[in-house]
């Protein structure tokens, strides 16, 4: 997922852009949209790994710590940075002596599924083309399609990593509109980052700053998405 920090709104919405066009197609950004996620629990499996003073300087400087996976972390999610060598960087720097496999599951079991955002994705993907936008590496999102199938609701993904570039820079965008083969002006970007949610409008699309799963469902009215009945598919009919 995208690791630096953004600034999120506060807003409940944001008003669609003015183009006309009735929508026809959606697109939901992943962490923290479909897939919450916490690095506190990464944290915490790492921190008895770590040589005592480096364990000691984690705990008292929390956000020094994160800085270190953060300088390499846009290498990672633009695929300029395989990830094994992500792994060897970070270990070298931390003193750790982690295989390969174990970095992985303490890098990449982070997420919880939102139940309810996946079944909304369900319903609009009858009605609509559903499409997924994320800034991530291709450990995260194998991990989380492997862990939780059922959002396997979309047609598409635009992935920064196969992108070579990330939200919110305008080839990005330029860039997941063509692989989709859709219009901005029909379009709905969807995104917890109010940052990406403006890079979206800057290229014509309409964009909603997510906040929480009943102000997605209005925001969605106001832009003239007409929500389907909430609806749950078993992974076998996916």
Same mark, same amino acid.
């Given at each position: 997922?995208?690791?630096?920090?953004?600034?999120?709104?506060?807003?409940?919405?944001?008003? %669609?852009?003015?183009?006309?066009?009735?929508?026809?197609?959606?697109?939901?950004?992943?962490?923290?949209?479909?897939? %919450?996620?916490?690095?506190?629990?990464?944290?915490?499996?790492?921190?008895?790994?770590?040589?005592?003073?480096?364990?000691?300087?984690?705990?008292?400087?929390?956000?020094?710590?994160?800085?270190?996976f953060l300088k390499r972390s846009e290498e990672l999610?633009?695929?300029?940075?395989? =990830?094994?060598?992500?792994?060897?960087?970070?270990?070298?720097?931390?003193?750790?002596?982690?295989?390969?496999? #174990?970095?992985?599951?303490?890098?990449?079991?982070? =997420?919880?599924?939102? #139940?309810?955002?996946?079944?909304?994705?369900?319903?609009?993907?009858?009605?609509?083309?559903?499409?997924?936008?994320?800034?991530?590496?291709?450990?995260?999102?194998?991990?989380?399609?492997?862990? =939780? %199938?059922?959002?396997?609701?979309?047609?598409?993904?635009?992935?920064?990593?196969?992108?070579?570039?990330?939200?919110?820079?305008?080839?990005?965008?330029?860039?997941?509109?063509?692989? =989709?083969?859709?219009?901005?002006?029909?379009?709905?970007?969807?995104?917890?980052?109010?940052?990406?949610?403006?890079?979206?409008?800057?290229?014509?699309?309409?964009?909603?700053?997510?906040?929480?799963?009943?102000?997605?469902? #209005?925001?969605?009215?106001?832009?003239?998405?007409?929500?389907?009945?909430?609806?749950?598919?078993?992974?076998?009919?996916?």
């Amino acid at each position: 997922m995208s690791h630096a920090p953004r600034n999120h709104s506060t807003d409940q919405a944001d008003h %669609p852009g003015s183009d006309n066009n009735a929508i026809s197609d959606i697109i939901f950004d992943l962490g923290n949209v479909l897939v %919450p996620f916490d690095w506190n629990r990464a944290i915490q499996r790492l921190l008895p790994r770590l040589p005592l003073r480096v364990a000691d300087m984690v705990r008292r400087d929390l956000q020094s710590f994160k800085q270190i996976f953060l300088k390499r972390s846009e290498e990672l999610e633009t695929g300029r940075l395989p =990830f094994e060598r992500f792994w060897q960087d970070i270990c070298d720097q931390l003193g750790t002596s982690l295989s390969l496999e #174990e970095f992985r599951i303490i890098w990449c079991d982070i =997420f919880e599924a939102n #139940e309810s955002m996946i079944d909304l994705g369900h319903a609009l993907a009858t009605e609509y083309r559903v499409w997924l936008a994320s800034n991530t590496c291709r450990e995260h999102f194998e991990w989380i399609i492997h862990r =939780f %199938p059922r959002i396997r609701f979309f047609r598409s993904a635009a992935l920064s990593y196969e992108l070579g570039t990330m939200k919110p820079a305008p080839q990005y965008y330029v860039k997941a509109l063509d692989l =989709f083969d859709i219009s901005p002006g029909s379009s709905v970007f969807i995104d917890d980052i109010r940052e990406n949610v403006e890079g979206a409008r800057a290229v014509g699309m309409h964009g909603i700053v997510f906040t929480g799963y009943e102000q997605l469902v #209005e925001a969605l009215a106001k832009a003239g998405v007409t929500v389907p009945a909430r609806r749950r598919l078993s992974v076998e009919r996916l």
